[in-house]
């Protein structure tokens, strides 16, 4: 007879699978929107009408917006478990265990992780707030009321940061991945990665490139502009965003590899 204490599932291996489990589960309903809003929505609306645009928006607008920004905290949620919570008996947590971010692991995931926390935050301080305005401002536009004429440049902005999201999520879900199914798995990274001067090129490269693309979004160029050349058209977010994942994997081997 199993006692629950003797189920797999309630054990330590078990608690780790779990809140791996949820980070899978919320992160595809957080990246799941963006991608509708970035290749569904945003197009569409585009094409509609003023008055069943403004519908829209007061209706559809915020229920998803909902899933995605509690996707999102959920994400980030889920994630810090997977840190915290040792993935088999006599591991130290990943999360007290500085010397993990040493590892070709921790060096992997770090990169994930950053490109993640960065766009978390656009959710949660660019793309959220803007959006509470605009559906504000639909509302009252329906209501008879007078349009927000501030509202154009935020919305440019919050369009800039979500694009950006898409952009980042491409190399960021390359290193989700790449972590436990390549990084960790041949032992040839291990010795790459135990050069101090090496992991360094790794993380200024990595942290330069998130502050660029961020510095980017925020400055909100008007579309057109070849600051924003990435972000203007979603097909060019989507090479772009491989081209990246490529030339940090390039990178990547020849550093550790
Ligand atoms: C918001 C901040 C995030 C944090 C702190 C975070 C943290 C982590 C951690 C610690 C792991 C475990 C790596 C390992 O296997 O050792 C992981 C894996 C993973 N994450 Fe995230 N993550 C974040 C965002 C996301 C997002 C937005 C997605 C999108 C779907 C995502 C998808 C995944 C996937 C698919 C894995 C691989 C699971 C596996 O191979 O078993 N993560 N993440």
Redesign the pocket.
Known sequence: MHSLATIGLFEDYGFNFLA?WG??LS??T??GLLYYFNFVQTPAFAAFEAGPRNEAFAKLVPRAMWWFRWGAAA??GF??L??AIPESSGDDSRLTHMAFFKSA?GVS?AA??LM??V??LNVWLVIWPAQKRAIANAQNVLAGKEADAGLPPVMRRAATASRTNTFLSIP??WY??F???FAGIDPKYAAGVSHGSKRAVWYIVVVAFVAIAEAIALSAPPVGNAKSYHLDDHRRTIVGGVIVAVLLYVLWEGLFG
Do not use: S
């Open positions: 791996r980070h899978i992160g595809i957080w990246i994400t980030l994630g810090i997977l840190l692991e995931i994930g992780i993640a926390l766009m978390f960021m879900l989700m991945a972590t436990a199914h």
